[in-house]
């Protein structure tokens, strides 16, 4: 089983709409949670960290459900800079020696 | 303010050809990674470091070696490079759980 699992999508959204992407984890007692992006061609980078409570950062929203294993990212207001693919990752920590594992990613394209 | 330097970016090898790919942070993070991506398939792990003189194998470490001699380095070595080694490659580094930096990325051909 992979450690991480994302939808690849893609999904092709108008401009204006709301887009959420969905991930599971297998390891339960993983400890820290990303959502990374990644433009074509480039390295990918931090888009925010997915905290127990839930968190918020503009039009992004991510949510962590511990008991389901599970990661969402919620997108509002969708703009054309927004296409790109959007990375789901986990660090398990502790003895592991810190490893982050990926998922394979999920494409969005915003449509004018 | 550099961060996570890779060289080179680009690389055409020969199958049998040899090379190292040098990655070099100036965060003074402790750990550090090498992924490579292909299509379909996400960033897997290839090997990693969690500290200077120390490296261990990740999910696919099979044809490659790794060295940190010096915490701000890691470098990645290929002996003998194998077309199933065209990929592109990233090197990444962090401060504990936090999040990981990455570099621009290294193209690597083989043919």
């Known amino acids: 089983r992979k450690e991480v699992e994302q939808d690849p999508g893609p999904f092709n959204v108008p401009e204006g709409a709301t887009v959420a992407f969905n991930c599971t984890y297998s390891?339960?007692?993983?400890?820290?949670f990303f959502w990374y992006r990644q433009d074509c061609r480039k390295e990918p980078k931090l888009l925010m960290s997915?905290?127990?409570s839930g968190n918020e950062d503009g039009r992004f929203t991510a949510q962590l459900n511990r008991a389901s294993q599970y990661i969402s990212l919620l997108i509002r207001d969708s703009k054309l800079s927004d296409s790109a693919t959007y990375l789901c990752v986990v660090n398990p920590g502790g003895i592991t020696g810190n490893q982050f594992y990926f998922g394979t990613g999920t494409s969005l394209t915003v449509i004018p | 303010n550099a961060g996570v330097t890779q060289t080179p970016k680009f690389r055409v090898l020969k199958t049998g050809q040899s090379m190292t790919l040098l990655c070099a942070q100036d965060?003074?993070?402790?750990?550090m990674y090498w992924y490579r991506q292909d299509p379909g398939m996400g960033l897997r792990l290839i090997h990693y470091?969690?500290?200077?003189?120390?490296?261990a194998k990740g999910e696919v470490p099979d044809g490659y070696n790794v060295s940190r001699l010096k915490k701000q380095n890691f470098l990645l070595g290929l002996e003998s490079a194998a077309p199933s080694q065209t990929s592109v490659y990233f090197c990444a580094s962090s401060y504990s759980r936090a999040e990981a930096f990455f570099g621009q990325g290294t193209r690597l051909t083989v043919v």
């Open positions: 390891n339960s007692a993983s400890q820290s």
């Open positions: 470091s969690v500290g200077e003189g120390t490296t």
């Open positions: 965060m003074n993070h402790e750990y």
């Open positions: 997915v905290y127990s």
